[in-house]
Nanobody, 120 residues
């Protein structure tokens, strides 16, 4: 059973920065894609950024130029550096990972979420 543990959320003033981390563990052979999603109250979950094992990134237009996704394959960990935060970035941020277990079975796992609150 793959587990994802997110950390780094919190309360920050507009214009500030936060760095989220997502650590995966549990019988992992390879993680192909790691992504960050967010869900604000009353809204649907949306993709913020994703990164492949080879480092190819995609980033939502709403955060492009402010948020950067990265990963450490050796640590099975992804990061989301968030700069110039705005109140509209307030949401619960979730990590998602897709890959293969050591015995060959594919997996898709979600973290429990971490709250990011940006005050104006």
């Amino acid at each position: 059973q793959v587990q994802l543990v997110e950390s780094g959320g919190g309360l920050v003033q507009a214009g500030g920065s936060l760095r989220l981390s997502c650590a995966a563990s549990g019988g992992i052979f390879r993680i192909n894609t790691m992504e960050w999603y967010r869900q604000a109250p009353g809204k649907e979950r949306e993709l913020v950024a994703g990164i492949t094992r080879g480092g190819t990134r995609n980033t939502a237009d709403s955060v492009k130029g402010r948020f950067t996704i990265s990963r450490d394959n050796a640590k099975n960990t992804a990061y989301l550096q968030m700069n110039s935060l705005k109140p509209e970035d307030t949401a619960v941020y979730y990590c998602n990972a897709v890959g293969t277990m050591t015995w060959g079975k594919s997996f898709t796992s979600w973290g429990q979420g971490t709250q990011v609150t940006v005050s104006s």
